[in-house]
């Protein structure tokens, strides 16, 4: 079946770019999404790039899709304690464009 | 915009009683809820799909006389967990989306249900 596999951890330094990879089995999935999720919080919509798209950026966060590879990452410019959170990947599938979950990758934030 | 309520936050009950949790789309019209189970350092895990209207659709494995779901309105469906017991205890999200391929699901701020 469909799955969407993530790294468990990040650590990245302060003010350096975080980088968030994630691999995808579902060739037909039309959108591709990054949620963030905060402790005890529910999710907060990122970004999403739809599947004919190879770059989105929108301020400090940059998505890149390689659909040849089924491949997705989510970079972080200038990591802040901000930032510091698990990021899911997600894609959608089906006619109620159910989402397909990632395990979730912890970025932690050394300062 | 796109924002998603969800209520209560946080609820302990004793085991045997029944608990209702409220999920609102505050500024859309959602046709299409989802509630979501999450287990500690888990991803989420999709109970029931919601349709306005219509009877929910649930996942293999989720008992629809346990969960009960309600999508009465464009703004509104519940979630009823009923005669709870502490295997029930669990974080419940919530998501709304909007009719149309391009639209994200948009979540509330999830329910800590905990079963005494």
């Known amino acids: 079946g469909e799955d969407v596999e993530q790294s468990l951890f990040l650590s990245v330094r302060e003010g350096d770019s975080s980088v968030i990879n994630c691999t995808y089995t579902?060739?037909?999935?039309?959108?591709l999404y990054w949620y963030k999720q905060e402790p005890g919080a529910g999710l907060q919509l990122l970004t999403y790039?739809?599947?004919n798209m190879d770059m989105k950026q929108d301020q400090r966060l940059t998505v890149l899709l390689n659909k040849k590879d089924k491949h997705l990452s989510l970079r972080i410019a200038d990591t802040q304690t901000g930032d510091s959170a698990i990021y899911f990947c997600?894609?959608?599938?089906?006619?109620?464009?159910?989402?397909?979950w990632g395990a979730g990758t912890k970025l932690i934030i050394k300062p | 915009g796109a924002v998603v309520s969800q209520h209560p936050s946080w609820v302990i009950c004793k085991s045997g009683t029944s608990v209702k949790i409220e999920c609102r789309s505050l500024?859309?019209?959602?046709?299409?809820m989802f509630w979501y189970r999450q287990f500690p350092k888990q991803s989420l895990m999709l109970m029931a799909t919601?349709?306005?209207?219509?009877?929910?659709?649930?996942e293999q494995g989720v008992e629809k006389d346990k969960f009960l779901i309600n999508h009465a309105s464009l703004t509104l469906s519940t979630l009823t967990v009923t005669s709870a017991h502490p295997e029930d205890s669990s974080f419940y999200i919530c998501?709304?989306?909007?009719?149309?391929?391009?639209?994200?699901?948009?979540f509330g701020d999830g329910t800590r249900l905990s079963i005494l």
């Open positions: 790039i739809f599947s």
């Open positions: 500024d859309f019209q959602a046709t299409t």
């Open positions: 998501s709304a989306r909007v009719a149309g391929s391009d639209q994200p699901q948009h």
């Open positions: 579902d060739s037909s999935s039309t959108y």
């Open positions: 919601s349709n306005e209207g219509s009877k929910a659709t649930y």
């Open positions: 997600a894609e959608s599938h089906g006619s109620n464009y159910q989402l397909i």
